[in-house]
């Protein structure tokens, strides 16, 4: 995908199926936040890609856009109302995922936007202890 926007975009104009998904369940929407790919992912948001998706860990694209600290695609999946305290197999959220990774922004919005800062991952790790270790 290599956030080539002229191409998805073509794709999108022929017809092609924005949720389509490959054999591991990845959609075009999950591969460009998980390779942070802003425009590839607002472009597929406005085409109307499912938000819900969830990966094969069990986890969501907000979950992954808070890892790269990209409040631009995390605003936008919130306002399609994408559960902001989802926990993956792991117990992860995108708070803790933020706080791990030292995103800033990120926080700040989960945060103001209701995030659970008491929710602990399968290891009895908050965001705090997370947060620390950066």
Known sequence: MKGHTELVSLFLSLGCNVNEETDSKDTALSLAVWQNHTAVCLLLLDAGADVQHIDQFGDTMLMDAAKHGNVAVMEKLLE???????????????????????????????????????????????????????
């Open 80 to 134: 399609k109302k994408v559960p902001i305290d989802h926990a993956n197999k792991e117990g992860e959220t995108a708070l803790l995922r933020a706080a791990w990774k030292g995103e800033k922004n990120a926080l700040t919005l989960l945060l103001n936007r209701g995030a659970n800062i008491k929710h602990a991952n399968r290891v009895c790790q908050v965001a705090l202890v997370c947060g620390r270790r950066r």
